[in-house]
């Protein structure tokens, strides 16, 4: 059974750049059946995709995120990492890593979740 741990600093002071990474075990981020991914869910509001993709091919970011995500893959460690930059207090959220089925067309909702990692952005 595969298992996704979110890791990364709670405080981000405005202006830098967040870095989280996430640890997968029971199964190899190259796999080509499945995306990986992050989302994040800011206090008091709805879930909210920054990116995702396989370990091959391309890597999608939500548009108003975009020009400030970069997500990496390290098939040596077997992780994922997100960095965020130029972050503001808006995003203060909880962040999750996820796993999604792909079929090489479509994306399927995401089937496995990290426990989720609150990071809060402040000076």
């Known amino acids: 059974q595969v298992q996704l741990q979110e890791s990364g600093p709670g405080l981000v002071k405005p202006s830098q750049t967040l870095s989280l990474t996430c640890t997968v075990s029971?199964?190899?981020?190259?796999?080509?059946?499945?995306?990986w991914g992050w989302i994040r869910q800011p206090p008091g509001k709805g879930l909210e995709w920054i990116g995702y993709?396989?370990?091959?091919?391309?890597?999608y970011a939500s548009p108003s995120l975009e020009s400030r995500t970069s997500i990496s893959k390290d098939a040596s460690k077997n992780q994922f990492t997100l960095q965020l930059s130029s972050v503001i207090p808006e995003d203060t959220a909880v962040y999750y890593c996820?796993?999604?089925?792909?079929?090489?067309?479509?994306?399927?909702?995401?089937?496995?979740w990290g426990q989720g990692t609150q990071v809060t952005v402040s000076s």
């Open positions: 029971g199964g190899s981020i190259t796999s080509n059946s499945f995306y």
């Open positions: 993709g396989p370990y091959t091919g391309n890597t």
């Open positions: 996820v796993r999604g089925y792909w079929s090489g067309i479509y994306y399927y909702s995401p089937g496995e």
